[in-house]
């Protein structure tokens, strides 16, 4: 059933509100899959944070002109469906990637990320992107490596006076 003019608008309105807040676009050649297998995906998307469309792309080409996907435009050709990450960048593409495990009927076919459009084989690279906790346990790792080690160098000294007197103490007593 076609859109009239008021439901494109309203599209390209929602397309054009998501693609300005979001991190990270997937999109994916769809065909071959069951409207359960898109179903599921959809379940799987909401529960990690990624806006799922299928949409016609000239109206997808309109909604995201003056955001960071507009590089992707001359590139959304077929019929696509759309992953947008709302919460961390890596969503999308872990979402996409794991579900191409299990249905071969998905082929990702671009990534788009900080302005700049990628090919399909990058869908990986952004799979691999650690979440906000993930990046953070890191950082925080980094922070506290300097203090750690400060900690063993102050207290080698008194480990090592603390040897030397066992070290005696079992001498005198082998003697």
Avoid: W
Avoid at 45 to 67: M, Y
Avoid at 77 to 101: M, Q
Wanted: proline content about 5%; glycine content about 6%; some cysteine.
């Amino acid at each position: 059933m076609p859109l009239n003019l008021a439901q494109k608008k309203e599209l390209v309105a929602e397309l054009a509100d998501v693609a300005s807040k979001a991190h990270s676009l997937v999109a994916a050649e769809y065909a071959g899959l069951t409207v359960e297998q898109l179903t599921e995906l959809r379940k799987k998307a909401r529960a990690s944070g990624v806006f799922v469309k299928v949409a016609k792309n000239t109206l997808v080409r309109r909604a995201v002109d003056g955001t960071d996907y507009e590089c992707a435009s001359g590139q959304l050709t077929g019929p696509l469906l759309y992953a947008f990450s709302t919460e961390d960048p890596g969503a999308a593409g872990r979402l996409v990637k794991e579900y191409v495990k299990t249905n071969d009927g998905l082929k990702p076919k671009l990534v788009a990320i900080g302005g700049k459009a990628y090919p399909a084989s990058h869908v990986d690279v952004l799979a691999s992107l650690p979440t906000r906790e993930q990046a953070l346990s890191m950082l925080l790792s980094v922070l506290i490596q300097p203090a750690t080690m400060l900690v063993r160098v102050l207290a080698e000294p008194a480990t090592q006076v603390t040897r030397a007197i066992n070290a005696v103490g079992q001498q005198k007593q082998a003697a």
